[in-house]
């Protein structure tokens, strides 16, 4: 089901070396609901029919659904911790009397979206405007078993329950983990992708983006991905109201949100891409993927140094020698089958400028 809301304004897109973008215009602000026939379940598939089609430039609310703490009755499950039925979900508790099979092994994404005119070739500009709460509170699950281990599995021994249930507070960004305990929220989306070429599990992320659990990813980011298949046919969902770098019991505060996302289309630029990258208005995020870590910290750096060399005209020797003395490398996820690093490179270091829009 799809609505219209708000109008919204979009800043002209910035311009990539010599990038041609589709100019964004004032359109109304599409809102897709996270009901069962907009539900991609555990797969990112060329194969699925688009529930939304729409233009460079627009922007979309997209309702989505945690796929961790359902369990069978997620009224059950939430009550556990004084949560009142009232303040469950009408689509998470349709989502829990599906069969088990079909979303316990698997992120629940809303979409596909089709972007017109987007073809392989092409760059995906994805600007993240907001992530809004829809619910005041998350799980996280500390599991010892071997579906979803994390990084020490048996750290936890003789837990009772997988499950923790978190509460925060989305008008003071703050949550609650324990009496106490208190920490900043930072919602974003640990699924955003485009269609691969092939049906493949939504759980490993790669070049199309996908399951990158990358916790920069909030509101004022942008992210950028290949276009791959004929309307790139984006997803989204794994939403999270925060999570440390890492995310090394396997899940962050799993929590529905609403992300609003404005597309931006750039025609021929994605040609070249081996991986996503983002930006925000302080920093560049260089993403480097593989299996074993060591790896994909040597694919984030050989990436970062030809970031650096394409943007900012650096030499191979300088750039690399500017990655090791002043660039940050972190873990972005640890334990989804393909791990992703990320080189942080600040823009403030750089006296040649970029423009990017504005976030309010």
Same mark, same amino acid.
């Not at 304004?9 to 311009?15: E, G, R």
């Not at 060329?46 to 460079?56: C, D, E, R, Y």
């Not at 994605?270 to 930006?279: F, R």
């Not at 823009?347 to 423009?355: D, G, L, Q, R, V």
């Given at each position: 089901m ?22 964004a ?20 598939s ?11 430039g ?8 945690a ?12 009550a556990?911790a ?7 979900l009408?689509?998470?508790i349709?989502?829990?009397k599906l069969?088990a ?11 596909p979206i089709?972007?017109? /005119? ?5 760059m @995906?500009?994805?600007?993240? %405007?907001k *992530? !809004?709460?829809r619910?005041?509170? =998350?799980a996280?699950a ?10 020490t ?16 507070d ?34 490993a ?10 916790e920069?990813l909030?509101?004022? /980011?942008?992210?950028y991905?290949?276009? @791959?298949?004929?309307?790139a %046919?984006? *997803? !989204?969902?794994?939403?999270?109201? =925060? ?10 505060i ?10 931006i289309?750039?025609?021929g630029a ?10 925000d208005?302080?920093?560049y995020?260089?993403?480097g ?5 060591n ?10 140094v030809?970031f ?22 972190g ?5 989804? %089958? ?8 600040p ?9 990017y829009?504005?976030?309010?």
């Open positions: 799809i609505t219209k809301s708000k109008k919204l304004t979009a800043a002209s897109p910035f311009v990539i070396g010599l990038i041609v973008a589709f100019a215009s004032a359109e109304p602000v599409i809102h897709l609901k996270s009901i069962r026939e907009n539900f991609v379940v555990g797969i990112l060329p194969n699925i029919a688009p529930v939304l089609h729409i233009k460079s627009q922007a979309v609310e997209i309702d989505t659904v796929h961790d703490g359902f369990k069978d009755d997620p009224v059950e499950f939430f556990t004084g949560i009142p039925a009232r303040e469950v009408p689509d998470a349709a989502l829990g069969p099979k079909d979303y316990t092994h698997g992120h629940v994404l809303t979409g089709y972007i017109d /005119s987007a073809e392989p070739g092409d @995906l500009e994805v600007r993240i %405007l *992530v !809004t709460p619910v005041p509170y =998350g996280n500390a599991r010892n078993g071997v579906t979803m281990p994390g990084l599995p048996g750290a936890t021994p003789g837990l009772s329950t997988d499950y923790k249930i978190i509460k925060f989305p008008a003071k960004k703050t949550v609650h983990f324990a009496p106490g305990v208190n920490f900043p929220m930072r919602p974003f989306m640990g699924v955003m992708s485009v269609a691969p070429t092939t049906t493949i599990s939504s759980r992320p790669g070049l199309y983006g996908g399951n990158m659990d990358f920069k909030q509101a004022g /980011s942008t992210l991905l290949p276009v @791959l298949v004929k309307g %046919l984006f *997803v !989204t969902g794994d939403s999270h109201a =925060g999570q440390g770098d890492g995310e090394v019991n396997g899940t962050a799993e929590a529905s949100m609403t992300p609003t996302l404005q597309f289309l750039h025609k994605g040609k070249a891409m081996t991986a996503p990258w983002a930006e208005s302080s920093n995020y260089i993403l993927m593989d299996p074993d870590l790896k994909a910290l040597a694919v984030s750096i050989k990436n970062t030809k650096l060399g394409d943007r900012y005209g650096l030499s191979a020797q300088d750039a690399y020698s500017l990655c090791s003395t002043g660039i940050d490398f873990i972005a996820e640890a334990v989804d %089958l393909n791990l992703v690093v990320y080189g942080k490179v823009k403030s270091y750089f006296k040649k400028k970029f423009a829009w504005a976030h309010s």
